[in-house]
C-alpha cells in the first residue's frame, strides 16, 4: 500500500511557477505510474499529467504542454510537478495518483491518492 502526501499550493499571480512535491511512503514508490490530476469547483477531477516507473517517459495534457513538467526521484519517494507560466485557469485542487499502468488518463485506474493542495492563480 501507498500513502501520498502533496505539498507546495499556494497562491501565485498569473505567469508564476509552483512546485508541488507528492511524498509517498512505502519500498515499492518505483513500482507504481505517478500521475497529476486537478479538480476546480463544480468541475470533474481532471488528468493533468503521469510520469513512468523509471522517470523515463512523462506525458501531459494538451493545455500544460511545454508549461508543466513531471519528475521524480525514487530514492527520496517523491513526485514532482513543476509549473511554469501559471494562468487563472490552473487554478484547482491538485492531486497525485499512483497507479500500474502508463499511461492511464482516468481517475478509475489509480489506485492511490494524496488529499490534495490548493493552487489558485490570480489575474
Known amino acids: 500500500q501507498v500513502q501520498l502526501v502533496e505539498s507546495g499550493g499556494g497562491l501565485v499571480q498569473a505567469g508564476g511557477s509552483l512546485r508541488l512535491s507528492c511524498a509517498a511512503s512505502g519500498r515499492t514508490f518505483s513500482s507504481y505510474v505517478l500521475g497529476w490530476f486537478r479538480q476546480a469547483p463544480g468541475k470533474e477531477r481532471d488528468f493533468v499529467g503521469a510520469?513512468?516507473?523509471?522517470?523515463?517517459?512523462?506525458v501531459y495534457k494538451d493545455s500544460v504542454k511545454g508549461r508543466f513538467s513531471i519528475s521524480r526521484d525514487n530514492a527520496k519517494n517523491t513526485v514532482y510537478l513543476q509549473m511554469n507560466s501559471l494562468k487563472p485557469e490552473d487554478t484547482a485542487v491538485y492531486y497525485c495518483?499512483?497507479?500500474?499502468?502508463?499511461?492511464?488518463?482516468?481517475?478509475?485506474?489509480?489506485?492511490?491518492w494524496g488529499q490534495g493542495t490548493q493552487v489558485t492563480v490570480s489575474s
Open positions: 510520469i513512468s516507473w523509471s522517470g523515463s517517459r512523462t
Open positions: 495518483a499512483a497507479g500500474n499502468s502508463f499511461v492511464e488518463t482516468t481517475t478509475t485506474r489509480y489506485d492511490y
